[in-house]
């Protein structure tokens, strides 16, 4: 399990959002003490990790055995609590994947400026505004117009639950940000898209991202 929780946290089509929300956790040191390449040894891919000895020792394998349970804990406890966020390029990627580039004119820059003004690429948010309604899920989708979540009146025009829009999947956040764009407004239908997004240059927000 720890190898393949340091599988994830080098790869490069992962989000690099979440070793550094691990790092602003306040742990940061447990990781890069254990991911350590001294060659041949206990490892993975050739790989001995190792937790924080200068020197390879032959009881080291030994070491990391019972050491790497209490960082298993500690790492599943992070990355549980970060784990609604997604990263930049994981989110175009995405995007990209579920034909959003270009659709009703709106490219991947404008729906990532969307999702980080609006959630901060935060999947799982949910805001209460002052009339009582609440915002969903990556784009903030609102309940009193888009889906219901079951605490007022709704219109209800993307057909879903609002805890739909929060899974992870974010099939539904997706297909309802769409309907949403389709209407005569656009993406003018989120003041934050207007306030941070529109009219400005966005294409730094692909910067380093692969979608192919």
Not at 13 to 32: L, N
């Amino acid at each position: 399990m720890w190898f393949e929780l340091a599988h994830f946290l080098d790869s490069n089509d992962i989000t690099e959002s979440v070793f550094w929300k691990v790092a602003v956790a306040g742990h940061p040191a447990s990781f890069r003490r254990v991911i350590s390449q001294v060659g041949p040894g206990c490892g993975w891919r050739g790989r001995e990790f190792r937790v924080g000895y200068p020197q390879r020792r032959p009881w080291a394998c030994r070491t990391l055995r019972m050491r790497t349970d209490l960082l298993i804990s500690l790492a599943s406890c992070l990355l549980v609590v970060n784990a609604e966020v997604i990263g930049r390029c994981a989110l175009a990627k995405i995007l990209h994947k579920e034909h959003m580039d270009g659709f009703e004119g709106y490219t991947l820059n404008e729906w990532l400026c969307l999702a980080f003004v609006e959630s901060n690429f935060n999947i799982s948010k949910v805001h209460e505004n002052a009339d009582g309604s609440y915002d969903y899920g990556i784009f903030q989708i609102n309940s009193h117009y888009w889906c219901n979540d079951y605490k007022s009146h709704s219109e209800n025009f993307c057909h879903m639950d609002c805890t739909d829009i929060l899974d992870p999947n974010l099939l539904s956040a997706m297909q309802c940000a769409k309907k949403i764009v389709s209407g005569s407004s656009g993406m003018k239908n989120w003041i934050q898209w207007i306030l941070h997004c529109s009219g400005r240059p966005l294409s730094h927000w692909m910067t380093g991202c692969h979608v192919e």
